[in-house]
């Protein structure tokens, strides 16, 4: 079998610069922001290699033909093959130029399979060294014709599919199960289903069933197309889609403004309504301490009563005068000093005096405290009624923004609908390209030849398995202890589980590992393979582990050894699209492209940067 490797991918249009990417051997790197045209390159060649529709995205806008170069030994010189992508549409026809320019005159040739042979799977399939090849498509050994989609799961993933729960070499749809396995066993043995034994008894029996099977499937389409109504192609669908996706992002970021707007003014109100409870507190605080004073100021008047009743009945008893006893009688000369002594008289009066004048300070002292705490207490009344304003303007505030905000979300839920309304639509026009490929794969049926059917041998599946093995160990997956490849099921399973229970990040390393092995497979034993892949987002999703204690896993990253073994052990030709960028050792080893979303560099794909990201970046 021969190889195909990529040179130029290319979008043109009258009055504007080419939008080029030029591919080396071996690895092939466009890295860099997102929305700038990554995924368009993946779709773009699959669209150049017979996909029916190419989504439309406003950076195209003004160009009209699509161009990819291909060189093999079966074409050295190369081939070019041009579609139109101005109004992409399944019946778009192909012209292909001998040589990597569009010189001489062009062949034009179906995007469909034919039998006439006059389409572009039989000449991919011819530059691959295939002239015809036939697989099996249901339990009763029926076969179809080997095709360039058929084999394009196999070599272009897209960001969807790689993450797809469903097995590398499946679509997960139960009716083209059988068809996808078979191709799978013709890739990796190189044996296709042509000489299988047919349950039929006659080849006019068969060729019935294929009316009645085709008659279904034109039932079906039409029953499809019927609902779908003609008011609109898949791509006028698509553009509408990416319209109504800006809508959304727009009315979004509209809504997000208003959100912001919000969650600030609910926080005024929060700290408001502290500033509140804690004003409150100091207030509840401030009368607790007035009624303990007024008490007190009772008791300091009580007091002083007292000590007045004192003073007055000492006087009125004489106990404050020097003279006769006032307890035994006795006259001044009669007295005893030791039992009357004056200044006893005299002191007891100046007690009473110091009391009350103490008393009286301490009063006085009270009544400036209560002044000050009343005059704070009105204060803080004052201050509360403020604040019950403010909160009240607050929370009136809020209020009139919920009612601005209510016609953008109903806006926002129509528009919602509004896409899944198109979603549903653009899925019924790819079930109609996918029963349209299935019903083109019908042939003609010969008498049945007796020779046993054969499956995926047991020994090619441990062997394709511990291939894997060795790319994911080259790949430094974190906590790899075994890999093998299940030929029931045709998915990899890594530490006895399957990849479809794995996460999103390490389903889609473990498909870019099975697409990378069955290409390096192929080549290393002269097997079916275009001899390139195209991996749209293999890493994006995948994050490393953190705090793993496994020195390979320590300084030693999945992505920087994922580019470093493309680009120095990988023996075909690989071209990632991805938001990561390589390491920087292996540029001199490989084709790299950086997309920076900005006039610094290349802004994406398409060479003009869009006017309003020029706005958003202040160039003018």
Same mark, same amino acid.
């Given at each position: 079998?021969?190889?195909? $490797?990529?040179?130029?991918?290319?979008?043109?249009?009258?009055?504007?610069?080419?939008?080029?990417?030029?591919?080396?051997?071996?690895?092939?790197?466009?890295?860099?922001?997102?929305?700038?045209?990554?995924?368009?390159?993946?779709?773009?060649?699959?669209?150049?290699?017979?996909?029916?529709?190419?989504?439309?995205?406003?950076?195209?806008?003004?160009?009209?033909?699509?161009?990819?170069?291909?060189?093999?030994?079966?074409?050295?010189?190369?081939?070019? #093959?041009?579609?139109?992508?101005?109004?992409?549409?399944?019946?778009?026809?192909?012209?292909?130029?001998?040589?990597?320019?569009?010189?001489?005159?062009?062949?034009?040739?179906?995007?469909?399979?034919?039998?006439?042979?006059?389409?572009?799977?039989?000449?991919?399939?011819?530059?691959?060294?295939?002239?015809? =090849?036939?697989?099996?498509?249901?339990?009763?050994?029926?076969?179809?014709?080997?095709?360039?989609?058929? #084999?394009?799961?196999?070599?272009?993933?897209?960001?969807?599919?790689?993450?797809?729960?469903?097995?590398?070499?499946?679509?997960?749809?139960?009716?083209?199960?059988?068809?996808?396995?078979?191709?799978?066993?013709?890739?990796?043995?190189?044996?296709?289903?042509?000489?299988?034994?047919?349950?039929?008894?006659?080849?006019?029996?068969?060729? $019935?069933?294929?009316?009645?099977?085709?008659?279904?499937?034109?039932?079906?389409?039409?029953? #499809?197309?019927?609902?779908?109504?003609?008011?609109?192609?898949?791509?006028?669908?698509?553009?509408?889609?990416?319209?109504?996706?800006?809508?959304?992002?727009?009315?979004?970021?509209?809504?997000?403004?208003?959100?912001?707007? $919000?969650?600030?003014?609910?926080?005024?109100?929060?700290?408001?309504?502290?500033?509140?409870?804690?004003?409150?507190?100091?207030?509840?605080?401030?009368?607790?301490?007035?009624?303990?004073?007024?008490?007190?100021?009772?008791?300091?008047?009580?007091?002083?009563?007292?000590?007045?009743?004192?003073?007055?009945?000492?006087?009125?008893?004489?106990?404050?005068?020097?003279?006769?006893?006032?307890?035994?009688?006795?006259?001044?000369?009669?007295?005893?000093?030791?039992?009357?002594?004056?200044?006893?008289?005299?002191?007891?009066?100046?007690?009473?005096?110091?009391?009350?004048?103490?008393?009286?300070?301490?009063?006085?002292?009270?009544?400036?405290?209560?002044?000050?705490?009343?005059?704070?207490?009105?204060? =803080?009344?004052?201050? #509360?009624?403020?604040?019950?304003?403010?909160?009240? =303007?607050?929370?009136?505030?809020?209020?009139?923004?919920?009612?601005?905000?209510?016609?953008?979300?109903?806006?926002?839920?129509?528009?919602?609908?509004?896409?899944?309304?198109?979603?549903?639509?653009?899925?019924?026009?790819?079930?109609?390209?996918?029963?349209?490929?299935?019903?083109?794969?019908?042939?003609?049926?010969?008498?049945?030849?007796?020779?046993?059917?054969?499956?995926?041998?047991?020994?090619?599946?441990?062997?394709?398995?511990?291939?894997?093995?060795?790319?994911?160990?080259?790949?430094?997956?974190?906590?790899?202890?075994?890999?093998?490849?299940?030929?029931?099921?045709?998915?990899?399973?890594?530490?006895?589980?399957?990849?479809?229970?794995?996460?999103?990040?390490?389903?889609?390393?473990?498909?870019?590992?099975?697409?990378?092995?069955?290409?390096?497979?192929?080549?290393?034993?002269?097997?079916?393979?275009?001899?390139?892949?195209?991996?749209?987002?293999?890493?994006?999703?995948?994050?490393?582990?953190?705090?793993?204690?496994?020195?390979?896993?320590?300084?030693?990253?999945?992505?920087?050894?994922?580019?470093?073994?493309?680009?120095?052990?990988?023996?075909?030709?690989?071209?990632?699209?991805?938001?990561?960028?390589?390491?920087?050792?292996?540029?001199?080893?490989?084709?790299?492209?950086?997309?920076?979303?900005?006039?610094?560099?290349?802004?994406?794909?398409?060479?003009?940067?869009?006017?309003?990201?020029?706005?958003?970046?202040?160039?003018?």
């Amino acid at each position: 079998m021969t190889s195909i $490797q990529v040179k130029k991918l290319a979008a043109i249009g009258a009055d504007q610069e080419p939008a080029e990417l030029d591919f080396g051997r071996g690895l092939n790197v466009v890295y860099g922001a997102s929305n700038t045209g990554k995924t368009y390159v993946f779709d773009l060649i699959n669209y150049l290699l017979g996909a029916s529709d190419l989504k439309y995205i406003t950076e195209s806008a003004g160009y009209d033909t699509g161009l990819l170069s291909l060189v093999s030994s079966r074409s050295p010189a190369g081939l070019t #093959l041009e579609r139109s992508i101005e109004q992409s549409r399944s019946a778009a026809k192909f012209r292909v130029y001998d040589g990597l320019q569009r010189t001489g005159r062009p062949r034009t040739l179906s995007p469909r399979h034919q039998k006439s042979g006059n389409d572009i799977s039989t000449l991919f399939l011819a530059q691959m060294g295939i002239n015809e =090849g036939w697989v099996r498509s249901n339990d009763r050994n029926e076969t179809v014709s080997l095709t360039l989609r058929l #084999l394009s799961r196999l070599f272009l993933v897209s960001e969807t599919d790689i993450v797809s729960e469903a097995p590398p070499a499946l679509s997960g749809q139960f009716i083209s199960r059988t068809t996808e396995r078979s191709v799978l066993k013709f890739v990796l043995q190189g044996d296709d289903d042509s000489n299988l034994p047919r349950t039929t008894k006659s080849a006019t029996a068969e060729r $019935q069933r294929n009316q009645g099977r085709r008659a279904a499937m034109e039932q079906i389409i039409s029953e #499809l197309r019927q609902a779908l109504g003609d008011s609109e192609s898949i791509s006028e669908a698509q553009s509408r889609l990416a319209r109504l996706e800006r809508s959304i992002e727009s009315v979004s970021s509209s809504l997000d403004g208003y959100l912001d707007e $919000q969650a600030s003014l609910k926080e005024e109100v929060g700290q408001l309504q502290r500033q509140y409870d804690e004003q409150r507190s100091r207030v509840n605080e401030i009368s607790e301490l007035l009624s303990n004073f007024g008490l007190l100021l009772q008791k300091y008047n009580s007091d002083l009563e007292r000590l007045d009743m004192l003073e007055e009945a000492g006087t009125l008893l004489g106990y404050f005068d020097v003279g006769d006893c006032v307890f035994c009688g006795s006259t001044p000369e009669h007295q005893s000093p030791a039992a009357h002594r004056a200044e006893d008289r005299t002191l007891f009066a100046e007690a009473v005096q110091a009391e009350q004048s103490k008393t009286l300070s301490l009063k006085a002292d009270l009544a400036l405290a209560i002044q000050d705490l009343e005059a704070e207490r009105e204060s =803080g009344l004052g201050a #509360l009624s403020a604040l019950e304003v403010e909160i009240q =303007g607050a929370r009136d505030s809020v209020r009139a923004l919920d009612e601005q905000l209510s016609p953008q979300r109903g806006q926002l839920r129509e528009l919602v609908d509004a896409k899944g309304g198109l979603e549903r639509k653009i899925a019924a026009y790819q079930q109609i390209e996918h029963i349209e490929n299935l019903k083109a794969g019908l042939g003609d049926v010969d008498e049945p030849i007796s020779v046993p059917a054969t499956a995926l041998g047991s020994d090619v599946a441990r062997e394709f398995g511990e291939l894997l093995s060795e790319i994911l160990e080259e790949w430094r997956i974190p906590e790899l202890r075994h890999v093998s490849f299940d030929s029931e099921t045709c998915d990899i399973n890594m530490n006895g589980i399957p990849r479809s229970a794995h996460g999103k990040g390490m389903r889609a390393i473990l498909h870019a590992a099975f697409t990378v092995g069955l290409a390096q497979w192929c080549i290393m034993r002269d097997l079916p393979h275009p001899g390139f892949v195209v991996l749209d987002s293999p890493l994006v999703t995948y994050k490393q582990p953190e705090g793993a204690e496994d020195e390979r896993i320590m300084g030693n990253d999945v992505a920087s050894h994922f580019f470093r073994y493309l680009a120095s052990r990988f023996l075909g030709q690989a071209v990632i699209l991805e938001n990561v960028a390589p390491p920087t050792d292996i540029d001199g080893e490989a084709t790299i492209y950086q997309f920076t979303k900005s006039n610094r560099g290349r802004y994406g794909f398409f060479p003009v940067v869009p006017v309003r990201e020029l706005a958003s970046s202040g160039t003018r």
